[in-house]
């Protein structure tokens, strides 16, 4: 999929159980994560060349968790 060129935006709700006790940080960072992972399987999938996808741990950006 290098031409021609698309964009594609995947939107994913992500659930847990109540009962695990974690703080929003982490809830935030491990989604991201987790969406970042799905987007490269997908983009795996589609055969796409330069995803330009995050290789690493996401950084806050909005300040809320830095």
Known sequence: MSEPAKEMLVHA????PARVQVSEARLS?????LLNAAARQVSAELGCTAP????????ATSGRYA
């Open 13 to 16: 709700d992500l659930e847990r």
């Open 29 to 33: 960072r491990a989604g991201i994560v």
């Open 52 to 59: 330009d996808l995050s290789s690493g741990m996401p950084k």
